[in-house]
């Protein structure tokens, strides 16, 4: 099983509605959980740090579930512009800092 | 967020020869800084974390000959990947942790996308 899993999609929106995707991971006892974007051939870029008591930054929400071990992040009102792939991140904290990317679900929003 | 470079963006280099990447943390300081490598259509994959003032930590596979390591400064980390190939050719990427509060929050350079012929 891998550490992080992510459905690759990709998601077809169109403009303006709302997607959500899940992300799971495998080690329990993972502290720290982030979402990524990374558009085509560019670095990865913080989205948001994923926060036990769920964050929202303007039209994204990030929501940690730890029962079952999996993060999800909601996009509401989607634009052209989100169109990207967007990793799941943990710090499973049993390698030191490092960090365990998703292979990352693309979404393409469409007009 | 913090701000990370990486020179040169593009290169393309004959086989055999070496490459020199350099990723500095421009408005903060980092003691450790990490380097990955993508192939396309593949997600990051970690290669090595590059301490300040020590030897690198190589993940298991990753040539440490091959893919030299050097952290001579809180700003700047350089990767060099020796007597390359074309199997070498890869999106290289480095990034540096910053303090965000009580978080260590992971920005990264904009990638050096290597060539090799």
């Known amino acids: 099983r891998k550490e992080v899993e992510q459905d690759p999609g990709p998601f077809n929106v169109p403009e303006g509605a709302t997607v959500a995707f899940n992300c799971t991971y495998s080690?329990?006892?993972?502290?720290?959980f982030f979402w990524y974007r990374q558009d085509c051939r560019k670095e990865p870029k913080l989205l948001m740090s994923?926060?036990?008591s769920g964050n929202e930054d303007g039209r994204f929400t990030a929501q940690l579930n730890r029962a079952s071990q999996y993060i999800s992040l909601l996009i509401r009102d989607s634009k052209l512009s989100d169109s990207a792939t967007y990793l799941c991140?943990?710090?499973?904290?049993?390698?030191?800092?490092?960090?365990?990317f998703g292979a990352g679900t693309i979404l393409r929003v469409k007009s | 967020g913090a701000v990370v470079s990486q020179h040169p963006s593009r290169v393309i280099c004959k086989s055999g020869t070496s490459v020199k990447i350099e990723c500095r943390s421009l408005?903060?300081?980092?003691?450790?800084m990490f380097w990955y490598r993508q192939f396309p259509k593949q997600s990051l994959m970690l290669m090595a974390t590059?301490?300040?003032?020590?030897?690198?930590?190589?993940e298991q596979g990753v040539e440490k000959d091959k893919f030299l390591i050097n952290h001579a400064s809180l700003t700047l980390s350089t990767l060099t990947v020796t007597s390359a190939h074309p199997e070498d050719s890869s999106f290289y990427i480095c990034?540096?942790?910053?303090?965000?509060?009580?978080?260590?929050?992971?920005?990264f350079g904009p990638g050096t996308r290597l060539t090799v012929t």
């Open positions: 080690n329990s006892a993972s502290q720290s």
């Open positions: 994923v926060y036990s």
């Open positions: 590059s301490n300040e003032g020590s030897k690198a930590t190589y």
């Open positions: 991140v943990v710090n499973p904290r049993v390698y030191g800092n490092k960090l365990v």
């Open positions: 990034s540096a942790r910053d303090l965000h509060g009580v978080e260590w929050e992971q920005y």
């Open positions: 408005d903060f300081q980092a003691t450790t």
